[in-house]
């Protein structure tokens, strides 16, 4: 019998081809669109998963309460690993984690790999299975060395690389290797990646951190037993910043530091590995925040929603030219559950249709989405038996929602009232009021979010950083030897656009290799703590990057004693609380400095953070990580290329692509502009398939009122005041949208803006321009369809059908 039903229903849907293509149209691109945000939202919430320790694995970081708000630290001091592993009851592994790009070499073999460095029982807190090697073994020497499967393969080919010597460079030294082991390659949804594994100690300048208190630069990780929970280890923690930590905490009171519910001013946290990935404090995110899964999600039930909106007002609307169907059904006996199973077969039916079509749609658009989006997402994800389930379940709930209502609707009409020709489409125009105001709510939202996004990315580039960003190339060093940079500096003191040169530990913004940091130091000053970013430079740092001074002077190579001096900003100057900071020494615990100079204040790191205390130092031993060249030129692309050439042809083993500093700025913001593009792309399909559905309502509207717009014409109504009084009840539909929509858009958007601490302010004619937009969109969709209703011959009207 099922199958009886759907052959009517094709045949029904064939008569009415507008109807069906509005609703597959619609239904399609909606079902496609879900479907990718609902892929994206499941990969995003997949990372770790695979890893067995996921709930026992935890990153710490600390969390400081100043006067002026939470500042936190994701780094420790290296002893700390140590003292967790001894004094901390349940802790099983200690592991830190450091590394980055590096040369390795094998015979006449040269490749860049990430080289991650920690500690011995890394492997086993970690599920990256092993193809070769034994997990407790494969880091028990200093000199041992693991490889994953690709990395392996593009050193050794064919060779079995287990025994085999190769050699790595750390800093300016290359330092033999042994390769004891062999991993599965990274999963793409892990948060900790790497190419090789060597030992921590292995750290270019670990003999002077090892029992260093004031340094803080590697994040940590902490296995504990599967009977400790977090809430158990956290409390734990506490004697321990209590015992180790006190100069910071004692820093803090002479701050007016507010403390917590329990009074503490200082806590170590923890992140469970599950929960890395979506951290905004974790060392491995991903630098979204955790509602952006949400996001994609409920972005894709809206989606969802319109189009089923559509598919009630229209599948109703409708329904009502079939009153004789229905009433000859009725009439002849048919049941309300068989006139119900007909009406929801069509719609099961067209939904069918629209999911074919969908997956077609996603197949095609899936390459240009990721690289739009900059996901990673593939049809692989189908795999899992729980998104296949997921996705029929879905798919059920919208034939149910969109077509059990109207079928449920129609069934239910009074045979008399059908016979006697009073059906009409006046019934149920609450429900479809409702319905309009719900999908020009959700359009609103969504625009109103898109424009304020949209402001607050324009500030950030239109907001002074304080430094040069358009004239400076940032290159990453890539463990350049000394005479490479060398030789570097030298040839660029012959180019006419170069300007200066200078280099860095830490890069500004987000560099093509990827990496950005920070390094914090503490020192104790008039009997506090003070806490600051600290930064080692070469010379002509502050000229290079345009700095401005207001006190003293830069680093130069006239002063001898410029080794033990610091450039400060005016953050730190205020928190040494000095009459004249200049002069002042700093005692680190270890080199004890002389302030030489103090910089204008300037935005080293985003805008989501407020300007951090800071001091620049030089240290001969230390490697510049990051050189930077100022130019001036009107030609920028050029002298790019050109200096690039450069830079490669003295560091042939050159990895990273240099980049302006504008553009690292620009990466800082990706996820905003992320939301940015997805929002808008949300506001365009959502207002898409709106003005699809209201399009058609007019049409059946209009087909609804024309005798009485003939009637109207007949007694002499104007042209304009018909077209003001059909248009006018779809305009209240709208406004009424608008005004719903407006606190709820002002509530999300201020909650995301109160994670940048500088950000544009929520102006009322923000919201003014929505509602113009969304009146000139819904007049532009129903003024064909008035204007035609209108001019139409009255006598055509009146004729009797």
Same mark, same amino acid.
């Given at each position: ?9 094709? +045949? ?49 970081? =600390? ?6 708000? *939470? ?12 003292? %967790? ?10 592991? =830190? ?17 990430? /080289? ?17 090697? #034994? ?29 085999? @010597?190769?050699?790595?460079? *750390? ?24 190419? !090789? ?40 923690? /506490? ?60 972005? !894709?039930?809206?989606? *969802? ?11 109703? @609307? ?22 119900? %199973? ?13 999911? *074919? ?7 095609? $658009? %899936? ?15 189908? +795999? ?22 109207? !079928? ?49 990315? #324009? ?19 890539? #463990?350049?030897?000394?005479?490479? =940079? ?105 080199? /004890?400095?002389? /302030? ?64 302006? %500093? ?23 399909? !959502? ?8 399009? @058609? ?42 005004? &719903? ?6 509530? $999300? ?10 950000? &544009?302010?929520? =102006? ?19 003024? $064909? ?17």
């Amino acid at each position: 019998m099922f199958t009886s039903y759907l052959k009517i229903a094709w +045949r029904n849907l064939w008569k009415q081809k507008v109807f069906a293509t509005v609703n597959m149209a619609g239904m399609s691109i909606a079902i496609c669109a879900a479907l990718l945000l609902s892929l994206t939202a499941y990969h995003e919430w997949s990372y770790d998963n695979f890893q067995e320790n996921k709930d026992h694995v935890y990153q710490l970081y =600390r969390q400081d309460n100043t006067g002026k708000g *939470i500042r936190v630290n994701k780094s420790f001091s290296e002893p700390m690993a140590g003292v %967790l592993q001894k004094e901390v009851p349940g802790v099983k592994h200690v592991s =830190r984690i450091g590394g980055g790009d590096m040369p390795v070499r094998y015979k006449d073999k040269n490749i860049y790999l990430d /080289v991650e460095m920690v500690d011995a029982p890394f492997l086993e807190m970690f599920s990256f299975p092993l193809q070769q090697g #034994n997990k407790q073994t494969a880091l028990g020497n200093l000199d041992q060395l693991v490889l994953t499967q690709n990395s392996a393969k593009a050193l050794f080919n064919e060779e079995n690389p287990v025994g085999k @010597a190769l050699e790595v460079k *750390i800093g300016d030294r290359w330092k033999p290797f042994v390769v004891s082991a062999v991993t599965d390659n990274i999963p793409d949804n892990s948060s900790i990646t790497f190419e !090789a594994l060597v030992r921590f100690e292995n750290v270019e300048d670990y003999s002077n951190i090892r029992d260093n208190w004031n340094v803080s630069s590697y994040p940590l990780m902490v296995e504990v037993a599967p009977a400790v929970s977090a809430a158990a280890f956290g409390k734990s923690l /506490v004697p321990i910043t209590h015992k180790y930590l006190a100069d910071l905490i004692n820093s803090l009171k002479s701050m007016d530091g507010v403390p917590d519910k329990d009074g503490e001013l200082l806590r170590i946290n923890t992140i469970a590995l599950k929960d890395i990935h979506l951290s905004p404090y974790s060392s491995f995110g991903s630098g979204l925040r955790p509602f952006y899964p949400w996001m994609m999600l409920m972005l !894709a039930c809206l989606i *969802i929603g319109i189009a089923c909106v559509n598919f009630i007002n229209l599948s109703i @609307a409708r329904s009502f030219t079939r009153g004789s169907e229905i009433g000859l059904r009725k009439a002849l006996g048919a049941m309300d559950r068989q006139l119900m %199973l007909q009406f929801w077969s069509e719609a099961f039916l067209l939904c069918l249709v629209s999911l *074919i079509v969908s997956l077609l749609l996603a197949v095609l $658009l %899936l390459p240009y989405y990721n690289a739009t989006f900059r996901h990673q997402l593939s049809f692989q994800l189908f +795999r899992n038996g729980w998104i296949v389930l997921g996705t029929a379940l879905g798919f059920f709930l919208v034939t149910l929602l969109a077509g059990g209502y109207p !079928a449920w609707k129609i069934a239910r009409v009074n045979i008399i009232q059908v016979l006697k020709g009073k059906l009409n489409l006046n019934r149920s125009s609450g429900v479809r009021n409702g319905l309009i105001v719900f999908q020009f709510m959700v359009a609103a939202v969504l625009i109103s979010c898109t424009a304020i996004i949209w402001q607050q990315i #324009n500030f950030i580039h239109a907001t002074p950083l304080g430094y040069n960003t358009t004239q400076v190339i940032s290159i990453p060093a890539d #463990n350049a030897p000394l005479q490479s =940079r060398t030789a570097f500096g030298n040839r660029l003191a012959t180019e006419p656009s170069v300007v200066s040169v200078s280099g860095s530990i830490l890069n500004l913004g987000i560099g093509m290799d990827g990496s950005s940091g920070n390094w914090t130091r503490g020192f104790d000053h008039k009997g506090g703590h003070i806490s600051t970013q600290c930064m080692v430079v070469d010379y002509d740092y502050v000229k290079t990057l345009g700095l401005k001074m207001v006190a003293g002077r830069d680093f130069s190579r006239q002063y001898g004693t410029d080794s033990s001096g610091v450039v400060i900003n005016e953050q730190l100057a205020k928190q040494l609380n000095e009459k004249d900071p200049l002069g002042a020494t700093i005692n680190t615990g270890g080199p /004890v400095y002389h /302030v030489i100079g103090v910089m204008k204040d300037y935005h080293f790191e985003s805008l989501h953070k407020k300007i951090e205390p800071l001091m620049l130092t030089m240290d001969a031993q230390s490697r510049m990580n990051y050189l930077f060249v100022r130019v001036n030129t009107d030609h920028p692309a050029a002298a790019m290329a050109h200096i690039s050439a450069i830079w490669k042809e003295v560091n042939p083993l050159a990895k990273n692509t240099p980049s302006f %500093l504008d553009e690292n700025v620009d990466r800082l913001y990706r996820e905003e502009g992320r939301f940015s593009r997805i929002f808008m792309s949300g506001a365009i399909l !959502a207002i898409s398939i709106s003005c699809m559905g209201l399009f @058609a309502i007019a049409v059946m509207v209009v087909a609804q009122r024309r005798r009485e717009i003939g009637i109207r014409k007949v007694l002499g109504a104007s042209v304009g005041s018909i077209v003001v009084l059909l248009s006018g009840d779809f305009l209240k539909l709208v406004l009424i949208a608008v005004l &719903v929509a407006t606190p709820l858009s002002w509530y $999300l958007m201020q909650r995301w803006l109160n994670g940048f601490a500088f950000h &544009v302010e929520i =102006r009322w004619w923000m919201f003014a321009g929505v509602c113009l937009l969304a009146v000139v969109v819904a007049l532009a969709t129903t003024g $064909l369809q008035t204007i035609r209703a209108a001019l139409a011959n009255p006598a055509a009207s009146l004729k009797v059908d």
